[in-house]
């Protein structure tokens, strides 16, 4: 019996450790062999782990596989990437293949990453808009556009922590915040503030684009998890989708209100 139960303390600890990876950005790949890592430092060789973009299934048998001792599905929304979390677990996997850790501890410690602060929003809200202006010179833009890609950058990033993702759905969000971009790279060209439209425009709307979804979709087929990395490819292209959208749209109004092209 106390065998059972340190069994199920392990497969909980391998499954929260997948969780915290899978929700945080980390690749299919990496959330399976993470688990079976710390399932077969516990000696549970029978454990069985199925990992969707969104989901973990993860059974565990007896020696003669008759019958399942364990089995929990876990629901995971997609979430934002927490490159730092994906690297902490990453430590403890290994640290726990070095025996350093309980199944209890491993639990106690994932709890830790788990509440590990995210970075100020003030600090990811002027990150924002530093990065806009780095890649709005990158294409070609002058300082003057660089300075208008850091407030539109900065006012784009508000907006999406404060006010698209909490009330919007993804599609509107995204369509709202690559408008907002676009309006408000039109409103500086044309008071000549800024110089290269375009510069601008690439500079605000690169903030929004999923490089990290789409990287990982690419690696997910690559290592032939075609489910999770076509959910993926799927989604990524669906946000491209929605920022062509919005940035077309309030080029369409833009041309309507003058009547002509910029």
Known sequence: MERSGQDREAL??????????????????????????ICRHFGLTSASAFVLSNGIFLTSGNEDEKESQFAKVLL????????????????????????????????????????????????????????????????????????????????????????GKPHFSKIVC???????????????????????????????????VPGVPFTNAIRDMADGDYISGSVRMLDAVLVFFCIAMGAGFMMAVYNGIIGGIL
């Open 12 to 37: 909980l600890a391998a499954l929260e450790a997948g969780k915290l990876l899978l929700e945080n950005g980390a690749e299919i790949f990496r959330v399976e062999e993470t688990i079976y890592r």
């Open 76 to 163: 995971i929304p997609v979430n934002r990437a927490n490159l730092g979390r994906v690297a902490e677990v990453n430590q403890l996997s290994r640290q726990i293949e070095n025996g350093d850790y309980t199944a209890e501890q491993v639990r106690q410690e994932l709890r830790r990453i788990q509440q590990m602060p995210e970075f100020p929003e003030k600090l990811q809200i002027v990150s924002a808009g530093i990065s806009g202006a780095c890649f709005s010179y990158l294409f070609g833009g002058g300082w003057l556009d660089g300075l208008c890609t850091v407030g539109i950058g900065i006012l784009l990033y508000w907006y999406l922590l404060k006010i």
């Open 174 to 208: 995204n369509i709202l915040g690559s408008s907002l971009v676009t309006l408000l790279s039109i409103i500086c060209y044309r008071l000549f503030t800024g110089t290269h439209l375009e510069s601008m425009l690439v500079g605000g709307i690169i903030i929004m």
